[in-house]
């Protein structure tokens, strides 16, 4: 693209071409069907003190926009000489790796065809009070250019489906979800086996499991939730705008602080395939692998190009916005712990009592966190025994990463394919998590 860009200011302009699909079932009653493909753009202008935004739905505009934007600054014949101008982009690229495998290029009648197959799984069994089935996919294209010269053009693809079940026997009830995410629709396939075990394994919690006697456990954690610890009570405090301004948070934080055990390693990375994959942020600065913490020690913080020059660091590819309606801010891509030298036999089998976490509804926190498990079993004599119903487990971020004891080697990687994370105004944003099973000592069950 030619865009003329105004001296003494910086420019930067971002287009999504996007394709998506929304399909929902409540029982086998068509809810929702949504089909949407449009092109817009966000352009910023920056003068060294303050940044102006406009977005648009009409691409022909768009020079116009810049040149609005450009009469509300100032100009700023200084601005090449400012810490933050080093970190906007000058890459150029063109990274497009889902061609001849974008779901646009499925029929809605397949995307149907696959949630009807799914309902003979579900409508008999006598527990299913309510289900609802979703299916989803997105396909973007991005463009990206600024006024230092970069020219970037990459491709984002995410699809899947998710179950929601709600399970009753009496005054008995069970939330709980089944969900597959993937890049490619041919791969949404060969789930029946594990639905029908988490269907079973629903059934077994729903009429047999007992409420947790409260207190303080060894727990053992499933992949999907040291996934979710990760982003939810880790990650969040790894974006560095939280530090900017903050010297206490900046103090507690402090890179090379030790802050777990030696085996313990954090890992933020764009450039893991998946819901995460994020090749280059939306400030055309390239994805980075962040150790966040490496062996026990903080490493690392996630950047975009503003927090960067602000805590003197380097930028780490991690400037995101939800759509082109917003500002890019810093964000996730994909972040997991990684995996360890342990089986998961011996994590578990070296306990005489303990639980055993293996799916949660949510997670949240910052310095504090909770997680709201849904499925969870006492450890008994080194072997899962009795299902039990838990209603939170919390604790300190910091000893709680201090209190991981056992790190397995069974890594994997994962995704919510409805939802996604959340932060200031923007949420619904696509990331991966993962992590291996995980054992921690002295954990707030209840």
Known sequence: MNYVFPENFYTDVRIEHLYSTRVVYTFEELDECKVREF?????????????????????????????????????????????IY??????????????????????LDDKISLLRSIMPLLKDNKYLKLWTLTYLDEYKIKEFYNSKGADLTWDFQRTGFSIR??????????????????????????FEKDLAEKINECEKHLLESEAVLPGTYTVVLAPLVTGVFAHECFGHKSESDFMVGDEETKKEWALGKKIGSANLSIIETGLEPGS????????????????????????????HGGSAADLEEEVTGNARAIDFEFEPIVRMTTTYIDGGNQTVDELIGGLKSGIYVKNIMHGSGMSTF????????????????????????????????????GIADDLEMTAFVTGGCGKMDQAGLAVGFGGPHIRVKNMQVQ
């Open 39 to 83: 092109s817009a753009a966000f352009i910023r202008v920056y003068d060294g003190t303050c940044w102006y935004y406009a977005s648009t739905s009409d691409l022909n505009s768009i020079q116009t926009e810049i040149n609005a934007l450009a009469k509300l600054a100032t100009k700023n014949p200084h601005l090449l000489e400012m810490p």
């Open 86 to 107: 080093n970190n906007f982009s000058s890459l150029k690229e063109k990274k497009i790796v889902f061609r001849g495998k974008e779901v646009s290029k499925v029929g």
């Open 165 to 190: 079940m709600r399970m009753a026997e009496g005054e008995r009830q069970l939330q709980e979800s089944f969900q597959l995410g993937k890049t490619n629709f041919l791969e949404l396939r060969d």
């Open 276 to 303: 995460g994959y994020v090749p280059f942020d939306d400030e055309g600065n390239a994805a980075t692998k962040t150790y966040v913490i490496k062996n026990g020690i903080l490493s690392g913080r996630l950047h």
């Open 370 to 405: 909770t997680l709201a498990p849904t499925i969870a079993y006492y450890i008994k004599d080194g072997k899962i025994d009795k299902p039990i119903r838990i209603s939170v487990v919390s604790g300190n971020v910091f000893e709680t990463l201090e209190n991981i004891d």
